[in-house]
């Protein structure tokens, strides 16, 4: 019985699953879900392309990893297979969970797990009436705000965005006022107005990797990929933030594990990055102008890596690329700075570990370039292991 992958184009993440699957000589096979026909009848169901019929080739199959990267397609496959009877991972309850912050939150609050105060005011902020004429609601969305969260630091963001997109933090209603006006529904932000109250973090936030296989408890990974620097309050690498690898304390483990369960219910096998933030509130042992240093003396080295990311051998040759990219982060991580900022971060988490929140669960996070080299987490493993289980016990 083999496996299936399902994505829409392969990028670096989907050739290092099927890579790692050689290595564990599992046969992965290929099911595609943009231009394909998806037919449902009285007699069954087919899936074809205009060149090749997949209907038998899915039959075989028990289990879909589904690496479909946009959130709606990702919802649909899931749905789609799981009504042909494939187990799918992630499930589409997880799926259907993680594509809004509010309802991961929500899951997340339901188990008594920390997460960063929230409010949520259904109301869009300008809307149409018959008649044409435009109604403001902004005023009321931020006294709303204002009034729950009884601070003026306000962190804006859409439910379902990715990559920091569009989240925008305001220090005093005049600054919150012109951010509501620009909100409009949108397939990132179907409806209504998210908002937290800005987390007294550092420079640092978390993506930490929690994997269930079928019949065995959640399991969060010993490591951790930290983003960190001084760039941007967002601390997502696409904004130019670097990446450290390190070792979470068993407090944040357990936590962590926990906000699986709380996302994952009784489904037989998942894969989730969750993001996580700790909140410091001033107690740091280092200034920041003495780490803002030591980010610059790491720049180079990050730079090296970026690099070879950048390398467009990684369409072509891949496995000789990926060496490439290997090399370039053990001299990243071998760097002086590296291992002081590691330390630094290590050390306040374990100071600060009980002001752990958790914030945001996705479903089909990106690995072999960052959270694979940094961490040392192979996602690719343990979902081709998390697929296995589910084969095995049947
Ligand atoms: N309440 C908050 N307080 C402080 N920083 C926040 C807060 N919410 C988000 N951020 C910062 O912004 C980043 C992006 O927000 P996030 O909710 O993870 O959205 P995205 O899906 O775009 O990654 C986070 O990684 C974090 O660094
Ligand atoms: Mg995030």
């Known amino acids: 019985m083999s496996i299936g992958i399902l994505f829409e184009s392969s990028e670096t993440d989907e050739k290092g699953i099927n890579m790692t699957a050689e290595q564990m000589g599992i046969d992965l096979v290929y099911i595609p879900f943009r231009k394909v026909a998806v037919r449902l009848d009285e007699h069954g169901y087919s899936i074809r392309t205009k060149a090749k019929d997949y209907t038998k080739v899915i039959k075989d199959i028990k289990v879909v990893l589904n690496r479909a990267q946009s959130k709606n397609r990702r919802l649909f496959a899931a749905n789609v297979l799981e009504a042909f009877g494939k187990h799918v991972i992630n499930p589409q309850c997880v799926e259907y969970a993680c594509f809004s912050k509010l309802r991961t939150l929500l899951h997340f609050w339901q188990a008594g797990l920390p997460t960063p105060e929230t409010v949520y005011v259904p109301v869009d902020s300008t809307e149409k009436t018959l008649d044409g004429r435009e109604i403001h609601n902004e005023g009321d969305i931020a006294d709303l705000f204002l009034m729950e969260l009884n601070h003026q630091n306000i962190v804006v963001k859409p439910d379902a965005g990715t990559h920091g997109k569009g989240v925008q933090l305001a220090k005093e209603r005049n600054e919150l006022l012109p951010i509501l006006r620009d909100i409009q529904p949108s397939i990132i932000n179907p409806v209504g107005v998210l908002a937290q109250k800005l987390v007294q973090k550092w420079f640092y936030d978390l993506r930490i990797i929690v994997t269930k296989e079928d019949r065995k408890a959640p399991y969060c990974y010993p490591t951790a990929l930290a983003r960190a620097g001084f760039k941007d309050f967002r601390t997502n690498t696409f904004l130019g933030n670097m990446v450290v690898g390190v070792n979470l304390p068993s407090h944040i483990r357990e936590v962590a594990a926990k906000c699986g369960k709380a996302m994952g219910g009784d489904s037989k096998a998942y894969l989730l990055a969750f993001d996580a933030m700790v909140g410091v509130n001033g107690n740091k042992d280092v200034e920041d102008e003495h780490l803002m240093e030591e980010f610059e003396k790491l720049e180079p080295s990050f ?67 960052q959270t694979r080299l940094a961490a040392g987490i192979n996602i690719a493993e343990a979902l081709l292991k998390g697929a296995q289980s589910i084969i095995n016990n049947e």
């Open 303 to 369: 730079d090296a890596v970026k690099k070879v990311k950048g390398d467009k051998t990684k369409r072509t040759s891949f496995p000789a690329w990926n060496r490439k990219l290997e090399a370039a982060f053990e001299n990243y991580k071998s760097q002086e700075p590296y291992l002081y900022i590691k330390d630094v971060i290590e050390d306040s988490m374990e100071k600060n570990k009980h002001n752990i929140v958790f914030h945001e669960a996705n479903a089909c996070p990106e690995f072999w370039e």
